[in-house]
């Protein structure tokens, strides 16, 4: 009899066992949550307009696709949050992140860069109960870049000196003074928004462009339509940067200021510190900055001139006398902005009744 030691025995292959439909799904839920997450992250972000401050280029209830590709995508600040959430997990007001590790943001190659008019989303600089990526979502037309001088007279926006061309359907407020009492339809057939129509004096303070301010006054009913604009030596307490005593500014008279530019360099005085207060101690991430009785000091020595490390936009609402924008809160640093709109992809009427709820003549437009 011949035994042989050094053969193997044969392997019997198991087989594989079958996942169990709890485990199929568990695996298609997390696969469709990290996909969703790269895409929200790298491509595109669907974001709504809550308010008008973009009327009547926008409207509140239109829902907009964000492209990241186009300034490119910024790599997370705050790792430590649930996937496919903002600030807080859907449907209550528990925090859905932890600021417990905090990283420097960089941005990816993207298309292009903020171009001046591009409609862009970016986290509300001022905010502070939030990290910087984690902020409020805001919308509004870039206007100034970095470097620019920029100037608001009788308001028209002027840039290093010259008058821009304005937004197609920018609106103002305007007050309307009829003979007889209006209906909501009046205003409605009108595309006025109601929500922000108010009784004033004998008429209606309303936001129209200019050109349906015209048609109206035409009508029978009508005694006068006004401009609501402010004098020019009318001074908003609210208005950056926050300094009436020296810069008696409003919203329809403001500036001229400087938009900051990386590289740049600017003296630090009295004079222009209120204006890049917030910017050096602030979004720069200087850790030892700081004022004291009026002068800047870093790492504790006084300085008296600033590099920027960074760029700045001045972003403006089209509406531009319901907008709260750079004029009241300053620039909005480059690693806050967070992409283009680039079309509305659904766009519904708060005050539409059912079956004219969905403007189906804004779907698919393309912003501009």
């Known amino acids: 009899m ?21 485990r199929e799904w568990g695996d298609a839920i997390l696969f469709a949550v990290i996909a969703a997450s790269l895409i929200r992250w790298a491509t595109f972000e669907a974001y709504t307009i809550p308010t008008p401050s973009m009327e009547k280029s926008l409207l509140v ?17 705050t790792p430590l949050q649930v996937p496919l959430t903002h600030q807080t997990i859907w449907g209550t007001n528990i925090p859905s992140y932890s600021d417990a590790i905090q990283l420097k943001s960089y ?5 292009s860069e903020v171009q001046r008019n591009d409609v862009v989303v970016f986290n509300y600089p001022p905010e502070e109960q939030h990290p910087a990526d984690l902020r409020t979502n805001y919308i509004k037309r870039a206007i100034g870049l970095p470097g620019d001088s920029l100037e608001v007279r009788d308001m028209q926006v002027y840039i290093n000196g010259k ?10 407020k305007y007050i309307i003074i009829p003979t007889m009492q209006l209906s909501d339809k009046f205003f409605q057939d009108r595309n006025i928004n109601l929500a922000d129509k108010q009784m004033f004096d004998k008429g209606y303070l309303i936001d129209a462009t200019p050109e ?16 609501y604009r402010a004098a020019p030596d009318e001074v908003e307490a609210a208005i950056f940067p926050q300094v009436p005593s020296k810069y008696k500014w409003n919203r329809d008279f403001f500036g001229p200021i400087y938009i900051p530019k990386e590289g740049a360099t600017v003296a630090i005085t009295p004079e222009s510190l209120p ?3 917030r910017v050096i101690t602030e979004y720069e991430h200087n850790e030892n900055a700081e004022v004291r009785d009026g002068k800047l000091f870093i790492d504790g020595k006084e300085v008296t001139q600033y590099t920027f490390k960074q760029d700045y936009y001045f972003m403006m609402g089209d509406n531009r006398h319901n907008s709260l924008d750079s004029r009241y809160w300053g620039y909005v640093p480059a690693d806050h902005v967070v992409g283009k709109a680039v079309m509305i992809w659904m766009s519904t009427n708060p005050e539409g009744s059912f079956f004219s709820r969905i403007r189906w003549n804004r779907i698919f437009n393309i912003i501009d």
């Open 2 to 22: 011949n035994v042989k030691f050094w053969e193997k025995k044969p392997v019997t292959k198991e087989p594989k066992k079958k996942k169990s439909f709890a």
């Open 275 to 277: 204006f890049y207060e």
């Open 61 to 77: 209830g239109d829902f907009l696709f964000v492209s990241k590709l186009h300034y490119g995508p910024r790599t997370p600040m």
């Open 107 to 111: 941005r990816l190659p993207g298309f």
């Open 163 to 172: 008058a821009i061309e304005n937004p197609e359907k920018m609106q103002f």
């Open 212 to 227: 349906l301010a015209k048609e109206i006054e035409q009508l029978d009913f009508i005694k006068e339509v006004i401009l």
